[in-house]
């Protein structure tokens, strides 16, 4: 009995069925640096239960903890996968290492996701797909991989259904890159699902996809902004049952939504006069936030920041500005020969 007269347990008790469904619903770094360490029992089945590790998502844990320790998580939870490990999720602290070897203790992967990975080359993931030859799930957002990786996956995962490969907004405006548009065209024939969001590829990247790829149910094609809609690439897309083109909204996507520029500038530069921030992924909080504080706007020229919903809230917020460039408003005029990066700041104050 307990010291209040209530019936005590011992939870190490627990039948362990019961146990393992409780585990199952924990996150991966919660078995392994809390409930796992509860007890002799409960680290037992922790460590000794491989159903606990078919699917692995460590997400964030790089900016939780070091990358040393949250790859140190990784490997373990590979570890007590035994094998039998279904996904695997992670981000910042993955490295070429981590991968392979993830890759030769996983050859039962179906779902890989990887973000914001910027350890890992085009070689270490072609060496690592190799290892994974039952993948049907990959997604590759705003990680340091292009070209040609795109056809050693297709060749090393002939299972590959859904395939994602999202970039932060880069766009060399006109120049045409297929590389990887090519590479998913010639070698991923089992595709239904294929996300291309921030990509370069032209009309005729998306029209060899579309072609080769007969089973394709699904195309999200955000920010691909060298696409242009006309009539054969209209009539070639009429098939897919989910389209998401260059200029819809991009609210959905977390990882391009990012409101810190937008404060940054709203809580320091009272004195502005003109304001553009082309292609960047402020929202609409953002944006108010600005011409809240930002009292002397005159000019404002968000084009390209597809984040922006001109609901009628912000209408009546930008009624004062004089000059006012809206997210899908023409880039004619903008002219340029290098690269840019996701984001394009240019402010000017006159006092």
């Given at each position: 009995?307990?010291?209040?007269?209530?019936?005590?347990?011992?939870?190490?008790?627990?039948?362990?069925?019961?146990?393992?469904?409780?585990?199952?619903?924990?996150?991966?770094?919660?078995?392994?640096?809390?409930?796992?360490?509860?007890?002799?029992?409960?680290?037992?089945?922790?460590?000794?239960?491989?159903?606990?590790?078919?699917r692995v998502a460590l997400s964030n844990q790089g900016n939780?903890?070091?990358?040393?320790?949250?790859?140190?998580?990784?490997?373990?939870?590979?570890?007590?996968?035994?094998?039998?490990?279904?996904?695997?999720?992670?981000?910042?602290?993955?490295?070429?290492?981590?991968?392979?070897?993830?890759?030769?203790?996983?050859?039962?992967?179906?779902?890989?996701?990887?973000?914001?990975?910027?350890?890992?080359?085009?070689?270490?993931?072609?060496?690592?797909?190799?290892?994974?030859?039952?993948?049907?799930?990959?997604?590759?957002?705003?990680?340091?991989?292009?070209?040609?990786?795109?056809?050693?996956?297709?060749?090393?995962?002939?299972?590959?259904?859904?395939f994602r490969l999202n970039s932060a907004f880069i766009?060399?405006?006109?120049?045409?890159?297929?590389?990887?548009?090519?590479?998913?065209?010639?070698?991923?024939?089992?595709?239904?699902?294929?996300?291309?969001?921030?990509?370069?590829?032209?009309?005729?990247?998306?029209?060899?996809?579309?072609?080769?790829?007969?089973?394709?149910?699904?195309?999200?094609?955000?920010?691909?902004?060298?696409?242009?809609?006309?009539?054969?690439?209209?009539?070639?897309?009429?098939?897919?049952?989910?389209?998401?083109?260059?200029?819809?909204?991009?609210?959905?996507?977390?990882?391009?939504?990012?409101?810190?520029?937008?404060?940054?500038?709203?809580?320091?530069?009272?004195?502005?006069?003109?304001?553009?921030?082309?292609?960047?992924?402020?929202?609409?909080?953002?944006?108010?936030?600005?011409?809240?504080?930002?009292?002397?706007?005159?000019?404002?020229?968000?084009?390209?920041?597809?984040?922006?919903?001109?609901?009628?809230?912000?209408?009546?917020?930008?009624?004062?500005?004089?000059?006012?460039?809206?997210?899908?408003?023409?880039?004619?005029?903008?002219?340029?020969?290098?690269?840019?990066?996701?984001?394009?700041?240019?402010?000017?104050?006159?006092?």
């Open positions: 009995m307990a010291e209040d007269g209530s019936e005590s347990r011992d939870w190490a008790e627990m039948p362990s069925d019961v146990l393992a469904a409780v585990f199952g619903k924990l996150d991966v770094s919660d078995l392994l640096t809390g409930a796992g360490l509860v007890c002799r029992a409960w680290r037992q089945l922790a460590a000794t239960d491989p159903t606990l590790w078919r939780l903890m070091e990358d040393e320790k949250a790859e140190a998580m990784a490997r373990t939870a590979v570890d007590r996968a035994a094998g039998t490990m279904e996904a695997f999720w992670a981000d910042t602290f993955v490295t070429d290492g981590l991968l392979l070897y993830v890759s030769v203790r996983a050859s039962s992967l179906k779902s890989l996701k990887l973000s914001l990975c910027l350890n890992v080359s085009n070689e270490g993931m072609a060496e690592a797909m190799q290892g994974f030859p039952q993948l049907e799930e990959l997604d590759i957002t705003i990680c340091s991989l292009d070209g040609d990786v795109c056809e050693s996956i297709g060749k090393a995962c002939p299972q590959l259904k859904c766009d060399t405006y006109g120049m045409d890159y297929d590389t990887e548009a090519l590479g998913i065209a010639n070698n991923m024939p089992e595709l239904r699902e294929l996300q291309l969001i921030g990509n370069n590829l032209s009309n005729v990247g998306l029209m060899s996809i579309l072609d080769h790829c007969l089973h394709l149910e699904s195309v999200d094609i955000r920010r691909s902004n060298n696409i242009r809609m006309d009539d054969a690439l209209k009539s070639k897309c009429a098939r897919i049952r989910n389209l998401k083109l260059p200029r819809d909204s991009i609210s959905d996507f977390s990882c391009l939504r990012d409101d810190t520029e937008a404060l940054g500038i709203a809580d320091n530069m009272p004195e502005l006069r003109e304001l553009q921030l082309i292609g960047n992924d402020l929202t609409n909080d953002g944006l108010i936030s600005i011409l809240d504080h930002c009292l002397h706007l005159e000019s404002v020229d968000i084009r390209q920041c597809y984040n922006i919903q001109m609901d009628d809230a912000l209408k009546s917020k930008c009624a004062r500005i004089r000059n006012l460039k809206l997210p899908c408003d023409s880039m004619s005029d903008f002219k340029y020969n290098a690269y840019i990066d996701y984001t394009m700041v240019r402010w000017q104050a006159w006092i």
